[in-house]
């Protein structure tokens, strides 16, 4: 079946340094990889959506890259904030667009 | 900003009783979901809607579920006869034509007990 898989362990980085999430896939070759940012209690808000053809996209600091080869995705938040602990979820999404397949997501705290 | 609103914020019902929850999504998108996550657990998609018609369903949107546009800005989710296991967080979402961006509500946290 189709997975998708995020680092369940929480990542604990301080203030100024570059956050990097990891998301593998497999059984599936999703046409677009989105990430999400999930806080407690709350559903989910859309970062940044990469394409299969792209190997990478950046939005002011979060860059992702997509490698078709290693059937992975990776998340980089740099000179990260407080305010960015949170927990960042990874989402496969085909052509068809009827779904998003979920990671379990990565809680990323950030120290002062 | 347009966001997708979701009633109620949490619901508590008993077991084998049907509960509805309804979802206000963005007034020009077209595609509609409800996915729901447990405590704890990832975020499954439950069902997609596109008019006035699902289009894909999961596992575990069995014949309790069901959902529904009744007017031209409500899209609920009904669930028959709830079981313990159906506790859990369910989010709408909603998306634009030509779009790959869903917006999701802050969701309905539902208890069954």
């Known amino acids: 079946s189709q997975k998708i898989e995020q680092n369940s362990e929480a990542l604990n980085i301080q203030e100024g340094k570059t956050a990097t999430l990891t998301c593998n896939y497999t059984n599936y070759s999703p046409a677009y990889l989105q990430w999400y940012r999930q806080d407690p209690g709350r559903g989910p808000v859309f970062l940044l959506l990469?394409?299969?053809?792209?190997k990478e996209k950046r939005k002011e600091r979060l860059k992702v890259t997509f490698d078709t080869t290693l059937k992975q995705s990776l998340f980089h938040i740099t000179a990260s904030q407080p305010a960015d602990s949170a927990t960042y979820l990874c989402?496969?999404?085909?052509?068809?667009?009827?779904?998003?397949?979920f990671g379990t997501g990565t809680r990323l705290l950030v120290s002062p | 900003e347009p966001e997708v609103t979701q009633t109620p914020s949490h619901q508590v019902t008993q077991m084998g009783q049907e509960v509805i929850l309804r979802c206000v999504p963005i007034s020009n998108h077209l595609y509609f979901y409800w996915y729901r996550q447990i405590l704890g657990q990832k975020v499954e998609f439950l069902v997609s809607?596109?008019?006035?018609?699902?289009?894909?369903k999961s596992e575990i949107f069995d014949d309790q579920f069901s959902v529904e546009r009744p007017d031209g800005s409500n899209f609920t989710l009904k669930i028959r006869s709830t079981k313990l296991e159906d506790s859990a967080m369910y989010f709408c979402?909603?998306?634009?034509?030509?779009?790959?961006?869903?917006?999701f509500g802050q969701g309905t946290r539902l208890t069954v007990v």
């Open positions: 990469i394409r299969e053809n792209e």
């Open positions: 809607f596109y008019n006035n018609e699902i289009s894909e």
């Open positions: 989402a496969a999404l085909d052509t068809g667009f009827q779904k998003l397949v």
């Open positions: 979402a909603s998306r634009g034509v030509g779009a790959t961006e869903a917006f």
